[in-house]
């Protein structure tokens, strides 16, 4: 299984799964045509909110994870900051 490395390759894979599932979804709504049906809807709609929330919050967990260390801070990180050549 590849895992998605970029923002662009992570929205492509959801807005995909999201349309399949939103029909499917509308699909059973459609067939009960019953109180259910609202709430299939309602929980495919929450379900987004989540998704894009927790999408977010990776990135920026990943932002704050690889930034540079600030200069003449002691502690784990070195006080000079990090080579930023990724092995060139």
Known sequence: MNIPWYPSEVA?????????RRENCLAWA?????MASTHCVVLFSLQQKICKTAIF???????IRHRSPKPGIA???PAEGTDNNFGT
């Open 12 to 20: 492509e894979i959801n807005s995909y799964k999201k349309e399949e």
């Open 30 to 34: 459609r067939e009960k045509k019953n």
């Open 57 to 63: 919050v990776a990135l920026v967990a990943q932002w």
């Open 75 to 77: 502690g784990s990180s």
